[in-house]
């Protein structure tokens, strides 16, 4: 046999060198690559890499060859790139020959020189003496997309069908080779990696950018993988410009395709050879967003877009179709921006006329922002007027004010002056916080804008949703009676546009929660949400919701109040609106729910939603801050300190307008809470916040015998509290009787009243059953336990429930609670009060030594030697 001569070619058979050391290990991807071929059960004879220009391909698998060349056992692999001129199949075959034949292994070598010499039928004879050569061989082929020669991929299309059985073979291309691929798909021969799989990862990309010495923030980091979508040219790129820049954060804002480093890759690497008429279809076909065939042709005026958007999509031309009905596809941004900075040669008067275009199209298929938006773009005044008279309802009440806003301030400023533009200002100054801002633009409009409409429906359109919006701002800063009148004088009837009554009708029912009329806010709360669920703003919907949850919570209807926060919840993550403050506000209800049900996950969902309200409405943060302390009191290690934050950050005590059942259903835990850290001063504080936020409501009295009750004043306690268990003083929030009924039974047992504390403990149960709240009974410190363990099959069809509540007590590791005596316990409760021996002696009726007696008994059998020892034993225990 006569030995191949390699003369004629270049080094295009050698793996790629490590170019100076950056190349990013993927360890995902090669462990993804490595696992398909070497499958125990069923390895992938085939693998194909297919990704745009640009994507890292090539380094990729260089990287894995080398990965793989490291492991002991490790196969022969040879490396194949190809170029135009292999586009002839004795040529192509004497190069995979020779690319074998530099893989250094013997056998092979030896098998080249044996077949070199004839090369026509060399797929069948190469299959045949690999089978006999029994060694691994793979062999990787990159650049593959540039084989074209039908002889060519007809005669590697049957080797790879029949390859040997050792034999893998990886396949690298920006696009699909015109092979019978789809067969061996089919088959499950066929391993395949995307342009989706390659997609630098943030972490892949910090990596890349170490080597160019450049370390990005969190943030800036984001913002750049937003840019490059993970393309790895575009990461690189960006390394490259970032290197030794003194602002990081704008350069990012500024790296678009139109920066030159960019430009010139896209113009050699992606743009190179396209014709006239594909250059203008990918101008026109960037200014919008997105795109459909059918707005394609419009842009376009071309019959065979369809043809060319699949073009551009088999050629994997940096454009995703995007899965939805009608298909859309979207350039990658950074060509985007090219294409968009390079549309001006086509002339201003056209690029308008393509705006108009895209927003009449977003028109008709109902997006009302991208609409907004392209019509701002156009200049089209009358497009805008037309918009903003059509849509502007239901651009507030989707969420997209402050969009809508940033937009308008770039429009003319004739579409600047429509009436429409201040209410849009307003809700985007309310998204954003600016309750100030809100309420002098609402303002103003009482004085400018009864001139500019004459129409009487548009005009009372127009005040429908501004009195909406005012409703909107006094839940924030005061004056909800009054703001609720004026929108009930506008007249709060059907529109016929149910995205607009929605709106209406949900500012008034918070309007009513936030006044009490609990009943009222539920019945226009409900229509509120029939008219958002027919409407379809998700955001609507999840605001009716989560109202409706607020309302059930004032109630104490805690079950309801769960699964209506955990419907608003379930939607507000699918519509990936949490970093909205309501958001935040309703996950603030799910964990008062799980808090009166004992869930541990209480305290945690209270902390997320206090963290994320930092960052969307700090005033707002604060007040979720406290109710987190208090929800995490039972497993916080520092428990005064805790009782702290939730003094200074009091959910109850605040100024700012807060629906009065939410407001009194956390008082008897944060009392409790106050009293047990010894902070009496604290507790009389809220007794008097109450009453005057309050007023001489059943909630007031309950916390004021809490008090009484601490303090041994067993008459006061009992008087205080007999108008509520009367029902002659109504507690605004409805958990609040259950705990007016503990207090009651915990008072009867200190005045060693066993008959009527066991009724009163009875009826709180009967409160308590039907909604599991169990949170109340363990308030009240070990008293109610120790009732319920003497009362065990006492309690009739409630036993179930009162079995229940005893086990949700926490187990003690010694039996110190029922060592300590009826008198120790109930000195116990006084210890954080920090009253003398003689202060205790005298309300106890007992003498100072029998305090002390006590209180020597309570340390020994505590294991501690002083008092405050004693409080955080007792603590420790559950026994306070």
Known sequence: MTAVHFGEFDSSVQIPSDTGGRTVRRTRLHDALDAA??????????????????????????????????????????????????????????????????????????????????????????????????????????????????EVLTDLELFMRWQPPLLRTIISGRFEPPLALQRLRLDGKLFTLTAQDLAFTADEAAEMLVEHGVHLRPDDLAALMDRTEGWAAGIRLAGMSLEGHADPTGLIEEFTGNRRAVADYLIEEVLAGQTDDMREFLLRTSVPGSFTVELAEQLTGFADAHAKVGWLEHHNFLVNRITDSPTRYRYHPLLRSYLRAEISRIGRVEVEHLELTAARWHTEFGDALLALEHAVNSGDHDEIV???????????????????????????????????????????????????????????????????????????????????????????????????TRLREVGVESTGDSAYDAFVLLQEGRALLFLGRNTESEQILLKALAHARLAGPALTVMYCLGSLAAVSMSRGEVLRASTLADEALTLGRAQDVKGDPTFHLIELIDAWCRYVRLDEDAARTAIEAADALRCADARTAGLVDGAAALFGLGTSGQRHASVAVLHTHSPVSSSRPMPPGIRAALLPAIQYAYLASGESGWAHELVTETQSLLGATGDTAVIEAIVHLHAHRLDLARKTLQPVLNGDLECTAGTNLIAAWLVDATTSLARKHDSRAHSALTEALHLAEPESVLRPFHDCGPQVRDLLVRSTGRFGVLDTFAEELRASFPRLSNTTSDALTPRELELLVELPSWRTAEQIAEDLCVSVNTVKTHLRGIYRKLGVTSRRDAIGAAQKRGLL
């Open 37 to 150: 071929l070497t499958d125990d059960v069923r390895p992938f004879p085939v693998a194909l890499v297919c990704a745009p220009a640009g994507s890292g391909k090539t380094q990729f698998l260089a990287g894995w060859a080398r990965d793989i060349l490291d492991t002991e056992g490790a196969p022969t692999i040879a490396w194949l790139t190809i170029e135009e001129r292999y586009n002839d199949l004795d040529l192509i075959h004497r190069v995979i020959l020779r690319a074998l034949s530099e893989t250094g292994n013997p056998a092979l070598v030896h098998l080249c020189d044996l077949l070199g010499g004839d090369t026509h039928d060399l797929g069948a004879t190469l299959s045949a003496a690999l089978v006999d050569l029994g060694e691994r061989v793979w062999m990787v082929i990159d650049d593959a997309h540039l084989l074209l020669d039908d």
């Open 386 to 484: 037309s918009l903003l008279s059509r849509t502007s309802v239901s651009l507030i009440v989707s969420g997209h004010g402050a969009a809508v806003d940033r937009l308008l301030e770039r429009a003319p400023r004739s579409t600047q002056d429509h009436p429409s533009a201040p209410l849009i200002r307003a809700a985007a100054a309310l998204a954003a916080g600016n309750v100030p801002v809100a309420a002098s633009t609402l303002d103003r409009l009482d004085r400018e804008v009864s001139v500019v409409l004459t129409d009487g429906t548009e005009y009372r359109h127009h005040l429908l949703l501004r009195e909406s919006l005012r409703v909107q701002t006094a839940l924030q800063s005061g004056g909800v009676g009054e703001a609720l």
